[in-house]
């Protein structure tokens, strides 16, 4: 930490003011096996490059291969910080710098100390972590990024494989008591289950009573070199404790509603808002210490976007940027839509958490439980409407799909 505090003043020395990445309950990734649309297309995703080959009569990403990371830069390029969507533009060079500079700085002051840890574990579910402390560690980076959070008294984790499915349902049905049939009904299915045709590879959360938060992770058996350096870094128990923390406010206001055929429900922030919130905690948190990576890992979607045939045009972002999608489209996590918003909720995400820092990520929740609107929730922590902020939301989202971050 004593490092990255160095860093973080080095920085700031540079410039004149520093201050600058993707699974709703299943992990959204790229994804060997998964459908592509051009013959050697590539994508590098979370440290691993695909490639879309041939397979029968069908094209698929290949099985991802890591990607070398060059050394961290000590010295980033000087940049300006953006301070509102006035500026947004003229500084958009220092928008992932600004991201990812306040977060860590916001680790780094933040004394919050982490509740509890209790864990249940299936008798063959293996963890592709090193230790409690280090999970603990992980966690505890996810708390202090949001040192403003409502925390849980307790946190209750339960790990399963598929075939120890059942195992997982009776402890969590043991463990939680009332609290699994309110986890069913909130979320419209059980907390443990699996994803994946023949493995697993999911995650839930859940605030019962007493504000314990608990976190099912579904551990796969066979996974993929990327899938295991995702559960060894332990993403998915970052994405599912910064879930429990969007629940808190929920839980406090007694304004739970229930998700109805993939739409969310109407107090709840768009889907991409979501998403894309979860997946820029655990990118962050995974690369607090390097810049560079962070950047490189944040900046290689645009591969992923094109064999989705979404091409950044005027007119498919001007689509899907309009406020008419509240409440419909954007609240839509099913199928092709719900990988459309992790895209858009990365890149609208980083530049969202450049202007205001991470807590902005929580905020939109805290405002919604409480019966405020989308839309009155943006006016009140950017101070103007989304409407206005649009044309330059446009402007930058396709500066970074054509240059990177």
């Known amino acids: 930490m004593k490092q990255i505090s160095k860093k973080i003043t080095l920085f700031l020395l ?48 290949s099985k991802g291969v890591k990607v070398s990371t060059p ?9 300006l910080t953006p301070k509102n969507f006035s500026d947004l533009w003229e500084n958009r060079s220092g928008i992932a710098l600004a991201a990812w500079t306040k977060s860590t700085e916001a680790m780094i002051n933040s004394k919050v100390t ?18 409690t402390e280090t999970l603990k560690g992980a966690l505890t980076k996810v708390a ?11 946190i209750v984790i339960f790990y399963y494989t598929r075939p120890e499915m059942p195992w997982g349902e009776a402890k969590a049905k043991e463990v939680m008591g009332a609290d699994y ?23 839930d959360a859940f605030v019962g009573e007493n504000d314990i938060s608990y976190i099912a992770i579904g551990v796969p058996l066979n996974p993929t070199d990327q899938v295991k350096a995702h559960s060894a870094s332990m993403q998915g128990e970052m994405v599912e404790f910064y879930h429990s923390l969007q629940e808190m406010y929920y839980k406090k206001n007694n304004s739970y509603q ?23 905690t655990s990118q962050l948190i995974t690369n607090d210490n390097n810049f560079v990576e962070f950047k490189n890992n944040a900046g290689g979607i645009s591969g992923w976007a094109a ?51 991470p807590n902005v990520m929580l905020e939109f929740h805290k405002q919604m439980s409480a019966g405020t609107g989308f839309e009155e929730a943006f006016k009140n922590i950017f101070g103007t409407t989304w409407s206005s ?17």
């Open 181 to 203: 049939q309110k986890a069913f009904d909130a979320h419209g299915g059980p907390m443990i289950k699996c994803n994946l045709q023949d493995d697993c590879d999911d995650g």
């Open 258 to 280: 229930k998700n109805v055929d993939g739409i969310a429900a109407p107090n709840k922030p768009p889907h991409w808002l979501s998403v894309g919130g979860e997946n820029l």
């Open 389 to 405: 902020a649009q044309p330059e939301l446009k402007r930058v989202l396709q500066y970074e799909y054509k240059n990177g971050y």
């Open 71 to 79: 050394a961290p830069n000590p010295s980033p390029t000087p940049t």
């Open 144 to 154: 202090r990024m949001y040192p403003d959070a409502i925390l849980p008294t307790k």
């Open 307 to 357: 064999s989705l045939g979404y091409d950044f045009s005027d007119a498919s972002l001007d689509q899907y940027l309009s406020i008419s999608n509240l409440g419909n489209y954007w609240s839509n996590n099913r199928a092709a839509k719900g990988k459309i918003d992790v895209i858009m909720g990365q890149y609208l995400m980083i530049i969202l958490v450049a202007l205001k820092g």
């Open 14 to 61: 540079c410039l004149s003011l520093f201050t600058s990445i993707l699974s709703v309950p299943a992990f959204a990734v790229v994804k060997a096996g998964e459908s592509c649309s051009k013959l050697n297309l590539t994508s590098t995703f979370n440290g691993f490059k695909y490639t879309c080959v041939k397979s029968g009569k069908k094209l698929v990403w």
């Open 114 to 131: 982490l509740p509890p840890v209790e864990i249940y574990r299936g008798a063959s579910t293996p963890l592709y972590y090193s230790s």
